[in-house]
């Protein structure tokens, strides 16, 4: 996967500023890695056996 120069000067100074990249530049970057999950502030690996209670109204 080829970018231009000013793509490729994008991306860099996105990795270097420790900001997300783009989906345009994720797909390109990681073409066939397309699994996806959210995230976000406060998510943890954590497993919890609590049950969800189902409320019908």
């Known amino acids: ?5 000013s793509e490729y ?4 100074k996105l990795i ?3 900001k997300p990249l783009p989906d ?3 797909f390109l ?3 066939g890695n397309r699994e996806v ?4 502030n406060g998510k943890t690996n954590e497993v919890s056996t ?8």
């Open 37 to 40: 999950e959210p995230i976000w």
């Open 24 to 26: 345009k530049y994720r």
């Open 16 to 18: 270097e500023a420790d």
């Open 1 to 5: 996967m080829k970018l231009l120069d």
């Open 9 to 12: 000067r994008e991306v860099l």
């Open 50 to 57: 609590k049950k969800i209670i189902e409320v019908s109204v």
């Open 29 to 31: 970057l990681f073409y």
